[in-house]
């Protein structure tokens, strides 16, 4: 029983081990994820939550920023979204996703930075690519 044990041990390590030299998964990194209101003049309001966790709900003044950290699960399903909402009337908003754990998002996000950073403007939700060292249109609001 006690050599079972030991081969299945054993067996995972290989398996972890493999996943990060295959497919480039990296157990446990930490990344951060900051969300600016940059909007002309009004409070942004965000509600950002994963499967497992709920961030609460934030009122973002003009230029303020909301900043979380994660690590990415063990097997790189880790998924964040948030819900905006802004205006007068609250006439403007829609759920979006903030990180994912593929190559699309983490290449702009800077492989070495790992810092995911999204400015709310009036135009819609852009994405800092790193690399690029500029914001970049990604979403618009959905209403």
């Not at 600016?36 to 003009?62: F, P, R, T």
């Not at 948030?82 to 006439?91: L, M, T, V």
């Not at 709310?120 to 939700?125: P, V």
Request: with cysteine; charged share 20%.
């Amino acid at each position: 029983m006690r050599a079972i044990k030991g081969y299945v041990a054993l067996f995972l390590l290989l398996i972890l081990g493999m996943g990060e030299a295959c497919l480039g998964i990296k157990i446990g990194e930490r990344y951060n994820v900051y969300i600016i209101n940059d909007l002309n003049q009004d409070v942004l309001n965000v509600h950002c939550k994963s499967k497992d966790d709920d961030l609460g709900a934030h009122k973002l003044q003009v230029k303020e920023k909301f900043h979380f950290t994660f690590r990415v699960n063990l097997w790189g399903t880790t998924l964040f979204w948030c819900n905006f909402n802004w205006g007068n009337n609250i006439n403007h908003g829609g759920g979006y996703r903030i990180f994912w754990y593929k190559d699309d998002l983490l290449r702009k996000c800077g492989y070495k930075e790992k810092e995911c950073t999204w400015s709310a403007r009036n135009s819609g939700i852009y994405l800092k690519n790193v690399p690029e060292n500029q914001f970049q249109i990604f979403y618009e609001w959905q209403w």
